[in-house]
Structures are given as structure tokens and as C-alpha cells.
């Protein structure tokens, strides 16, 4: 892959190879999710055996990583904007009193991708086309009539699995534009002795986040350069038949791209118009790796909701590894 | 209970006999949801049998239950307002190309408790005091320093009872006013074969949302009449030691309320600042209760992650109960 | 007008007899708003002779007419929603003092034609041309890259003539359906003896907004039936020359539309991408109305600056009649 | 002034000095807005000469002031976030052809004062007091129930004075710091050879702004170091009964404050609360400077109207100078 730049032509023939397109049939809004089966389910309940929920949620506040410098464009990716509707201050004033309740209440404003995050399947299309199909038209001001993470609602649970990618190669941190490949994701699964099958939920480590959030500075983070999967990889999501893939950047994809100028995260073309794959970004690992270390227990129930805005092409999410 | 209406007094001596202050030490800030313990987890998630997730959420939109009439004020809670950041339209028109991707993006403008939500532990306060004590100055422009509900990030995990109370009476939906009592709710229990026991996660149906939505208009939903929990189940809620408990109303409990004038929703007075006790409101739990119904189990791994908006004092939820 | 529905066939027949495309030459991007020069306003300011200002805005609030009963689709213009980021009880609660200054700050979230408002040249096309020409893919979710309101920023002054049609023929009100002719203003102009000349902004009450103040709720307004412009007062519009057009109801042009289905409000298609015509809604003219009928005089220097927020279709405005 | 820091004991003889309370009456909320007279209005209007109007606001974009780097915390104002609710992308992809008519519309999430701003007369108090001795505790989360910015809607109109200091002084622009005195003023309106009266609305350039714009990058502009007015500028403020000072600084006065540690923004505290001034903050005044270098006229018609923003402390504003 480092010998030349990924071309439109490229693309195109990836596009061929991993389209799952009619798949789960010509109505179907949610792609690989399906991978997960309801048997799938009862067995990662079972890998509950300590009690022990951990969040993978950075918390939505001002802190987030947007707005930090990038040379990426924000285009309106803000953090969130937490403001109060009534508040303790009001009762101790005596401003609420005339309502009969002491009670405080608040609103956010929020792009759907500033944070701990999935991407829907109407946030990238290919061409003119969008998952399993449909025409990128069909997402609109009014946001998304078809693919709407809405439609996943009931659908992110199943068996975790946790790869602690720069873990099992020995570093702490995996440096910006380490391009992890698919040998990598597999001697990391080794290393740790687990196996991903079917209909799992994949959790990958490049340790950035945590670097960023050591450095107390976000700068360089959204958009900026990154370790994450190559473009080859894609096999190795067809090969796996994962539910859903997760890491703990802004965009999964290493950074720079791994592509001519003019067409930015290939990966990203594939993934989730082709494939079909739900994608999570900015997942904050650093408790649920040090408690695999610990415990050497690499996987777990997954349970990450996306909240049902309806129409919308992405969610903040608070993840939960349950082990 | 119906022979008189509660006053100041009687509020005052439910403060006294039901307070949880410094049950779970003095920095405590999730309150009730303490019961819940590590092998109650590992027990919750032994109820997965099936595979099947449900979830409780409405969707979010423009379609759910503010904005409605009600001669209870709004007070700035609407509707979720979901835009576009960028579109598929736009990437059918070319004007995404220069970008080197076709994405579309989004965002949301929405009060915390405009739909299916919680109530974290920040959001009533009785008189000058928020729960374990806190000043209710803690609660300020910036948000609450103290109970956000970040602060449950990693909680709302545990078993989920179900209980049908409807059902239970023989009817399709509870009436407007109705007040559920704790014998209510120990007889729907004794019908259903469950018993509620510490650290659970109760969610309580009483048709009503069920009622509005075939009728096809919100109008007295939001602040209006309702069915909903009487003063006396706080008694209830103390023995059982739920984790927290939700329902299917605007506000959980009965409307009108029991009390005199100038004391609006005495119930909550008690439950959020002197208990500790989180709150799920706007649950959509039809589904749920069909399922149940059909197979006759009323219990279930319960998942529901709050949106750990730093210093929230209510979060969207998206509740999963995995059978 | 009455004895037919005006056809796409009518439409394309009134765009090629009131086209201005290319009249300011090819570059322009504000329209009619070129016929006022700047001797017009040095004479405009002559006419302010008693030192009156008077506003023509409704206050924006959540008492504003956006969420009134209508069969007409919101499509996402809810009322302002003005929330604070510090408070005077945060300040009286010494929450502030560690600032160092006790100062109240506040934010809106505000669609731009939510209240009194311009239609910038943005928002509307005619088959898929903007004003002058221009493509209307320029105008994509990041806003109108040509005829954002931004370009009026210093062009929204000049002469204000304010028509009172209801007083002029006698009823306080006209009713809802009544299509306002060129001769209906004409004729109020005579009868206010004021003649509308180049570069002028015209004001037209038709009494439809006090009806509704008065009647305590705007039920019906926003997309309702209205009084308002009949489609032949494009004749008398190209006439005048005037720089701009306002009215007191939600949208100007008569509703029920003079049109076939499936042609919705046919004035602005010809008014806004082919004239280039910027105009004001929901202006509130109560008091102006007062005050001419009272001393008689019916022009005044008008000044309206839109808030030039860059690529919006439009804004909100407070106008001011300067007699 | 620089000899030593203010102290409390020294806002509060000023406090006492320079306090207007009661002195347009006890009901009254626009302070200083009183002292321009209809008189005044006639006069100004007199002063356009030449018919050309300038506008002193920056565009509203995500390319404004706030988000740069800064010592001064941010506090939840953001730059404007322009949304679409519908596009011309749209229209062009046919997705709005079902209702009939093409169009665009859009919405903005703004803090009051991100950019061109007017401070009202609720955003700063003095210790529990507001302008004309109202209890800070009138400003709630439901926003300010006493001088909300639209009680001035139909008041930011009169003559207009513009006092280029550094122009005066012989520089291209104050350096930050620089504590702009009475004298100063008074040097600067007599080389221009206008004198403030009573009633004027004066605009005073620091040339920061256009510092920062020639430097491409805002940092250290939103509550960084800045000249501006020093502490003894209330008496100037006082003598020459102006109804409204502006700047083209982020806070007009000087900073570093001129007091001692935990006293921030000194001048302000007098200023609004004390005296009743309004205030204008970020005006953009490169154009106007250039004009009035070029044509010796430094007066003119000043028309500035808030948006009448119910309950609002400040207000975004198109400040418009006509000559």
C-alpha cells in the first residue's frame, strides 16, 4: 500500500469486491448489523462475570476535541453546547416559586458527530449511492428518509471484542499514519487470545486519544493525521463478518490517507456505502484497556445505543462494556 | 389520599421519614442508583434468553410529545430540531466534490427531557437543597456541579421488572387522575410472578402514551392530566430499594396532583432531592408490554445509558431491554 | 384572476415578461434593492420631520406565530428560543463572583424567517435558477454562496410608503382569500396622497396580524388562508420600481394561492428568482398605522438592516419608520 | 490611573458619583437611551448629505471573533452556527417538488454577543442591583424581566459621532493596554472638529480590529489584552450625556483592567448598571474611518436597532452610518 497512492480505479474495484448490496434483502436499512444473531446475544450475556460496566464515552462538554486546530474544515462539527432552560440559582432566587416546583431543566445543542459517536449509513455515499443502494438524494434537509440511525435502535448489542492494537505491538501509542493492517488486527486478537466471529462488535485501540488527552491539547486530533485501519483491511471486515467497528480516533482511517488528492478517507467510501458497516469514532478505551490488562479478558456484552433521532445520519452514543 | 390534599406539612414529614442523605457517604451524587451491585449484573444479564432487544424510546423528532396542548407552560422544552450539516442532495449536486468525500453530516437543537429521558438527580430540589444535601446553588448557568448526570455514566445497567399495572386491573389504560398505589403495583408484581428487589430497574405502564398515540395527537400529554404513581408508593419505592424507576407519562406521577395549590408534583419533592431516586419519563413501552405478555417474563437485562452531558441535569436515553 | 387557476404555463409566461435577470448587470446579487440611489435617501431623510421612530417587528419570543395550528407543514420553524448562559440569579447566588464580574449573558437558536422578516434572494428558485441566473445549487447546507442576505448589509434604507389597503376601502380587516389588486394600492395611495415612485419600500397592511393579536392566538396564520398580493400586482410591482415589499402576514401573497395544484404561492416564484424583489413578512404595523392615520402622513425614511448572517436566505429585522 | 489598581472602595465612590437611578424615573429601563430627544432625531436625519450608507457590522460566521485562543474563558459563546432547513441542493435534486415551490430556508444558534453586539442594560450587575436599582434576581433563565433589549426597539436611532483616536494620536492603531482617557476623546473630536453633545450615539476606533483582520487570526481578541476606555472615561461619559458608546474592541474598555486582582472589567460595572449606558462591542469600523478621512465628516445619521429579542441582555446588530 505505501508504494502507491489509492486511485478512483482502486475504489472502483473495491467497490465490486466488498459490496454486500441485497445482502439481507432490497429493503434493508441497517447492513451489517445483522451479522448479530439473536443466539449471539444470549452467548455475549453470558460473558458478563465480574459485574464491572465500563463507559466508553468521552462526556459531552466544551472539552470535546472539536474546534481544536486542524487543518481539516470543522464545517459546523462544534462541541456540544450545554445550556440551562432553569436552574438551582432560579430556586435559590426564589424565580420558581410561582410554579409550585423547585425543579431545573436544560437543552443541548449538538452536532451528532462531535463526540463518542456511530456513523450511520447515510453519512457517506458512493457516487450517487448510499448503503445497500439507495439514492444519496433520499438524505435531505430533512435529513435521512432511508438509512435514519433510527432504524438501529434496537440493533447495537452483542459480544464486544477489544483489540489493544499498539498493546500487543509493544508500544504505548501507535504513531499518526500507522496504517494498521488486517496482520495486525489478527496477531492482536492472538496476542490476546480471543477470536472475532460473526456478528461481532469491534473495539480497536491506537492509544491516540489517550495521548491527546494526556497532552491536554485536542490540537491536531479532528481531521488531523492519524494512526488507523489501511485500506486493506476492508478484507479483513468481509473475512470477519463483524457487526460494527469502533476506534478511538476522530475518523477510524489512518490519516494521511492512503490516496491520490482528491479523494479523501477511501476507506470510508467503502465501508459504509458498499459494506454497509456502522462505524463508531472518538471512543475513549483507556479504563475498558487497562481492566482487559488486568484481567486479561478481552471480551464482553456491548451494549452502545444510538439515541433514535429520526432521519439522522449519525448519534452520540455512551457505549458500555459490560464484563 | 384522595380524602385530603397534601400540604407543606405533609411534605415536610415525607422529607424527614424518606431521606437517603449520606446513605452512600456524603460525595455521593447517583443516589438510589447504589442498589444496584456487581452480581446483581452478572444476575441481570443471566436473564437473557432469547436475544431480543426492545427498545424504549420514542424516536426523537418533531413528532414527539412537546409543542402539544397543555395549560401546563413549556417553558423552552420543544421538540428535537434534527438539521443538516450537509446532505446527500448536496452530493448529488456536486457541491460536496471539492472535498474529496461525499458525507453528509447533522445536528440536533433539543431540550434534555423533551422525549424519552431521564431525570438526573440535579433536576428538583427541595427548597434550598438538591440531593445528599447539596445546595441547590450547585445547579447553575454552567450546569450542575454536582449530580450531573455524567455521573451515571456507567450505572443503568441491571434488571429491568416490567410491571403491566393496567393489565394487571383489567383495563386497556389507567384513567387521567388515577393514582397507582404501592398495592397496585405489589398485586401487578403477584400476577406477573415477579418480585421487585434491590438494585432493580421498575418501569410501570399505564396505557396512557399508548392512548395518545392511537389517537393520534400528543394535545394533554406534556403537563396534562395523567395516570401516574400516588404519594403513598414513595413508601413502596423506600422498601423495594429499586434502582430507579420509569414510566410511560410526562411526569410519572398522578395528575392532578394530590396536593394543595402552590405545590406542584409533590412525588418528585420527595423522590429525586430527598431519595435520590432517578427517573425514567416518556418510556414507549408497547412493545415491551406485547412481548410480555406473550411469553409471560416480566423481567430482563436493562440497559439504558444516559448521554453523559457534563453537568446535565436530564439526558435522552435510549433504554434496551434485552430478554 | 378568480375565473381560472393560474398554470405552470402562466408562470413561465409571467418569468419571461418580469425578468430582471442581468438588468445590474451579471454579477449582481441583491436585485431590486439596486433602484434606490443615493439621492433617494438623502430625500428620505428629508421626510423625517417629528423625530418618531417606529418599530415594524413583532418581539421574538415563544409568543410569536411559528407552532400555531396550521394544516400547513412547519418544516422546522419553531418560535426563538432564547436561553441565558449566566443569569442575575447565578450572580445573586454568588455563582459569578470568582469572575470577578457579575454579568448575565444570553444565546437563540432562531430560524430566520421565524418572525418579522426579509426573504433574502436566496430563498426561492425558479425551476432550478436562483436570482439573475444563478445556479441554485449555490445555495447547499453551508448557505448561498451568491445572494446571501450578507450582500444587503448597507442597502436596506430609503423612502418607506406605508399602504393601508383595509382603511382605504373601508373595513378594518380585509378578509382571508382577498387577492390585493394594483388597483387596490393605487388606489390606497391616492387616498393617502402619496405616490409610490423608484427605489421605494413599500409597506402594505392588511390588518390580517392585529386580527390575530386581538384574537389572542395565531392559530392560522403561519401557512394559513391570509389576504395578501394577487398574482397581476407583478404588473404594478415592475411598474413602481420600488426597492422592496412588505406586508403584515405570514408569506404577502393570497392564500388560498391563485394557482393549480400542486403550484404553491405562484407570486413568489416570479417575485423573488426573477424580479430579484427582496420582501418583508410578518411586519407589524399597528402602531405606523396609528400614527399615519393620525397625522396623515404616509412615507417616512425606513430603515431595516438585515443581520448579515453570511449565506442565509434571510433574516430577521427590526424595521424602523423614521417620521 | 496607572500610579495604582482600582479597588471596591473606589468602584464604589464612583458607583456613587456617576449613579442616573431615578433620574428618567423609577419605571424606566433604556438609561442613557433617554437622552436622545425627537429633536435630535430631526437633526441627525439632516446630517445625510451625501447618501451613502455604511455598515459597522461584521458578518456573522464561523470566521468571527470567539473560539480564538484567549485566556479569558469562553463561557459558551461561539461563533453563529448558520444552518439550512432546506437548499437549493435540494430543489435541484427535486426532494422539494411534493410541496409545490423550490425554496430554502434556514436557522441560526447565536449567542447574543458573539459578534457586532449591543450590551443591554440586564448584562451587568452591581452587586445585587441592576440598572435604575432593579434586583438582579429580575434576570432569570426566562431572561431579563426588566431591561430586556427590546424595550430599546424603537430607540437606537439619533446622531452619530465617530472619534478615531488613533488617527488623532498620529498612529495606525492603540496598542493593547492603551487606556484611552477623556482627553483623549476630547483631542480627537476637536482635530475632527465635531463636538459630542447630548443624545449622540458615539463610535470610538481603537484600529484593534483591523489589527487582528490584517493578521488573518482573532487570538487574543475575545477577552485578550486591548486598548480601550480607561476607568476615568466615566466622567466624559457623564458630561457630554451621550445615549450610547460603541468600540471595535471585544469589551471597549482598556485591558489589562485597571484593578486590582478579582475586580474584572472595572468600567463596566459602572457603566451599565450605574449609569445606564448601552454599549456597542465588536463594530466594524474600517469603512467608516476611511470614509470620514476622506470626506472630514465625522457626523452623521446613526440607526442601530437591537433585535427585540424578548428578555435579552444584548442583541446582534447591523449598526448602519448613513451620511
Same sequence: chains 1, 2, 3, 4.
Wanted: charged fraction near 25%; charge should be negative; proline fraction near 5%.
Amino acid at each position: 500500500m505505501a508504494s502507491r497512492k489509492l486511485t478512483r480505479a482502486d475504489l472502483r474495484e473495491a467497490a465490486d469486491k466488498y459490496k454486500n448490496w441485497g445482502k439481507w434483502g432490497p429493503a434493508d436499512e441497517i447492513g451489517t448489523l445483522n451479522y448479530t444473531r439473536a443466539d449471539d446475544i444470549v452467548a455475549a450475556a453470558r460473558l458478563v462475570k465480574k459485574g464491572k460496566v465500563i463507559s466508553l464515552a468521552l462526556d459531552f462538554d466544551q472539552r470535546g476535541p472539536q474546534g481544536a486546530r486542524s487543518s481539516y474544515p470543522a464545517l459546523g462539527r462544534i462541541n456540544p453546547l450545554h445550556t440551562m432552560l432553569r436552574t438551582g440559582t432560579d430556586a435559590y432566587a426564589g424565580a420558581l416559586d410561582h410554579r409550585g416546583i423547585r425543579a431545573a431543566d436544560d437543552m443541548v445543542v449538538m452536532p451528532l458527530q462531535c463526540g463518542t459517536q456511530w456513523d450511520g449509513l447515510g453519512h457517506v455515499f458512493y457516487e450517487n449511492s448510499m448503503w445497500n443502494g439507495y439514492d444519496c438524494r433520499e438524505v435531505t434537509s430533512q435529513g435521512a428518509q432511508k438509512c435514519g440511525i433510527e432504524k438501529t435502535k434496537n440493533k447495537m448489542v452483542g459480544r464486544g471484542v477489544f483489540l489493544d492494537v499498539p498493546r500487543a505491538l509493544g508500544v504505548n501509542c501507535l504513531e499518526d499514519g500507522h496504517a494498521i493492517t488486517g496482520a495486525d488486527l489478527d496477531r492482536t486478537a492472538e496476542a490476546e487470545g480471543v477470536v472475532v466471529t460473526r456478528g461481532d462488535f469491534v473495539i480497536v485501540r491506537t492509544g491516540q486519544m489517550e495521548a491527546k488527552l494526556a497532552a491536554g491539547s485536542w490540537d491536531g486530533y479532528p481531521g488531523g493525521d492519524a494512526p488507523g485501519f489501511a485500506f486493506e483491511t476492508l478484507a479483513w471486515i468481509q473475512r470477519t463478518e463483524l457487526a460494527a467497528l469502533a476506534s478511538d480516533t476522530w475518523g477510524c482511517e489512518v490519516r494521511p490517507n492512503e490516496s491520490e488528492p482528491g479523494i479523501v478517507q477511501p476507506w470510508h467510501w467503502i465501508t459504509i456505502p458498499i459494506m454497509g458497516l456502522t462505524m463508531g469514532e472518538i471512543f475513549y478505551v483507556k479504563e475498558l484497556a487497562e481492566d482487559c490488562a488486568l484481567d486479561g479478558v478481552y471480551e464482553f456484552l456491548f451494549v452502545a445505543p444510538a439515541l433514535p433521532i429520526t432521519g439522522a445520519v449519525g448519534s452520540p452514543t455512551n457505549p458500555l462494556a459490560i464484563k
